[in-house]
């Protein structure tokens, strides 16, 4: 089946600097992708969303970026800080008008101070 | 405060019984959704509801069963079946397919 996943399991990064973290989805269908923050011990919190008719979009020090040629998704987030530690996920859903929000496997990154 | 609550946030069963995860939520969504997450592992779906008396199967439901009576309410059961059921759960929800889903804090759940 189609599904969303994540290249790299763990990223170390150093306090300060910019962090990358990849998503591929095999489902050109999708039109709505969200990134989500989880601490451990807890559910998963909104980062920040993008819809298909868009390339990029910016938060508070965050980027996503949006590649519908390759089935491409990365969250960009600048002068990482040990707070930023967390797995990160990124879902798809939208398909068709599901409801329903399809998770990767997702990538743990570890800020060193 | 608008939120999604999970309880309880600790829960342990012993083999060969059933427990309910309770899941709340004041935001008026319409979608709910259950998922199961391991050590290491991403969110897997249980069972999900559009609609209220009306829910279907996830991508791992043998052993659970839901009912929402309530716009407000969405219960997951973890029946006897369930052989491995020692697991983080997440109880989440949304308001439409082009919202970003709200999750409580969720049940880990131990069996003794």
């Known amino acids: 089946g189609e599904s969303v996943g994540l290249h790299l399991p763990t990223l170390s990064v150093q306090e300060g600097d910019n962090s990358i973290i990849n998503c591929a989805y095999s489902?050109?269908?999708?039109?709505?992708f969200i990134w989500y923050k989880q601490e451990s011990g807890k559910g998963p919190q909104f980062i920040i969303d993008i819809r298909s008719n868009m390339d990029k979009r910016q938060g508070q020090r965050v980027t996503v970026l949006l590649n519908k040629t390759v089935k491409h998704l990365s969250l960009q987030i600048a002068a990482t800080q040990p707070g930023d530690s967390a797995v990160y996920f990124c879902?798809?859903?939208?398909?068709?008008?599901?409801?329903?929000?399809?998770f990767g496997r997702g990538t743990s990154l570890i800020v060193h101070p | 405060d608008g939120g999604i609550t999970q309880s309880p946030k600790y829960l342990f069963r012993k083999e060969g019984q059933n427990v309910t995860l309770s899941c709340e939520q004041n935001l008026n969504h319409d979608a709910m959704y259950w998922y199961r997450q391991d050590p290491g592992q991403g969110l897997r779906l249980i069972y999900y509801s559009q609609i209220v008396n009306d829910f279907q199967k996830g991508d791992i439901a043998e052993g659970y069963s839901v009912s929402r009576e309530k716009k407000e309410s969405f219960p997951l059961t973890v029946t006897s079946a369930q052989k491995n059921p020692t697991a983080f759960y997440l109880c989440?929800?949304?308001?439409?397919?082009?919202?970003?889903?709200?999750f409580g804090q969720g049940t880990r759940l131990t069996v003794v």
């Open positions: 489902n050109s269908a999708s039109d709505y």
């Open positions: 879902a798809e859903n939208g398909v068709g008008g599901s409801y329903i929000p399809t």
């Open positions: 989440a929800s949304s308001a439409t397919a082009y919202t970003e889903a709200f």
